[in-house]
Nanobody, 127 residues
């Protein structure tokens, strides 16, 4: 069992920055590929970024490359998503996920087919 709690969402103007955090707890976290996904109103869930606990291999969705950075703090079992140069189209509920699939599968399928999800944190970017 894995528990995930996101924080850091809020309202920001276009061009601004936010840093999301995901506190993870549970056994054998290292076996999971960790990811951030987002879902805007009326749209399907979208892959944002993924990282491994061991080695820190990172992968990004095309729409956020060069603007977002995913990182992890192994000592605190915490995942972060630094979001810079935010755009109104980044407005969404952002979810942290611990995925059973390998990071290769997560990034190839752009999905977390099996695993655990946080409750989400809302990011609103005003124009």
């Amino acid at each position: 069992q894995v528990q995930l709690v996101e924080s850091g969402g809020g309202l920001v103007q276009a061009g601004g920055s936010l840093r999301l955090s995901c506190a993870a707890s549970g056994r054998t976290l290292s076996r999971y590929a960790m990811g951030w996904f987002r879902q805007a109103p009326g749209k399907e869930r979208e892959f944002v970024a993924a990282i491994t606990w061991i080695g820190g291999s990172t992968h990004y969705g095309d729409s956020v490359k060069g603007r977002f950075t995913i990182s992890r703090d192994n000592a605190k079992s915490t995942l972060h998503l630094q979001m810079n140069s935010l755009k109104p189209e980044d407005t969404a509920v952002y979810y942290c996920a611990a995925c059973v699939d390998t990071i290769v599968v997560v990034t190839t399928t752009r999905s977390c087919r099996s695993g655990y999800w946080g409750q989400g944190t809302t990011v609103t970017v005003s124009s």
